[in-house]
């Protein structure tokens, strides 16, 4: 009797800690979905307001698809970074 309560007490247990592990990995998942929202939002902003790309190529950071998306990310994050570097230096 008292093995049987010890076994559906650590069951409990083990399905607790399942469900909070799952909990914090959606957490983790949202918290890199929107910090990569805010960041592309803001080279955007960036690339606009300095001309280091058209609104065309902006758009194309929001593409649908996921590898047009990433490239023209990385192209306008690296004319941001060179237009910050010679700014510095400047």
């Known amino acids: 009797m008292e093995q049987t309560a010890i076994d559906t007490l650590?069951?409990?247990?083990?399905?607790?800690?399942?469900?909070?592990?799952?909990?914090?990995r959606r957490i983790g998942e949202l918290t890199k979905e929107i910090s990569?929202?805010?960041?592309?939002?803001?080279?955007?902003?960036?690339?606009?307001?300095?001309?280091l790309a058209t609104d065309r190529q902006i758009s194309l950071m929001y593409h649908k698809r996921g590898r047009t998306r990433k490239k023209w990310y990385k192209i306008i994050l690296r004319?941001?970074?060179r237009f910050m570097k010679e700014s510095v230096l400047v």
Do not use: D, G, H, T
Request: one cysteine or more; aromatic letters at 26%.
């Open 10 to 24: 650590w069951n409990a247990a083990q399905c607790a800690v399942q469900r909070m592990i799952e909990f914090f």
């Open 36 to 51: 990569w929202k805010i960041v592309r939002y803001y080279a955007s902003n960036m690339a606009f307001y300095f001309n």
């Open 79 to 81: 004319r941001i970074s």
